[in-house]
Nanobody, 115 residues
Framework: QVQLVESGGGLVQPGGSLRLSCAAS????????MGWYRQAPGNEREAVAH???????TTTDSVKGRFTISRDKAKNTVDLQMSSLKPEDTAVYFC?????????WGQGTQVTVSS
């Protein structure tokens, strides 16, 4: 059974940084994709960053230059380094992985950017 556990969320002031981590278990090999979505109150879940099996990474335009996604293949973890955080980055951040045609989600971690 695939399980994803996120950590690293919290409260940070505008301009600050946070690092989110996601540990995946129950996966054999390197997943097709891993990454992060986020959902703010009243909004739909939106993609933030992805890292694919071949190492290719993508980030949504609103976080380019501020967020960096990375992966540790050996540990099956994916991290999201977030810098220059803005109040509009406030959301619940969800880790996901796609393997063998199925997508699995973590429980989410709250990120609040506020002074």
């Amino acid at each position: 059974q695939v399980q994803l556990v996120e950590s690293g969320g919290g409260l940070v002031q505008p301009g600050g940084s946070l690092r989110l981590s996601c540990a995946a278990s129950g996966i054999s090999g390197t997943p097709f994709a891993m990454g992060w979505y986020r959902q703010a109150p009243g909004n739909e879940r939106e993609a933030v960053a992805h890292i694919f099996k071949n190492g290719l990474t993508t980030t949504t335009d609103s976080v380019k230059g501020r967020f960096t996604i990375s992966r540790d293949k050996a540990k099956n973890t994916v991290d999201l380094q977030m810098s220059s955080l803005k109040p509009e980055d406030t959301a619940v951040y969800f880790c996901y992985t796609t393997e063998s045609g199925s997508t699995y989600w973590g429980q989410g971690t709250q990120v609040t950017v506020s002074s």
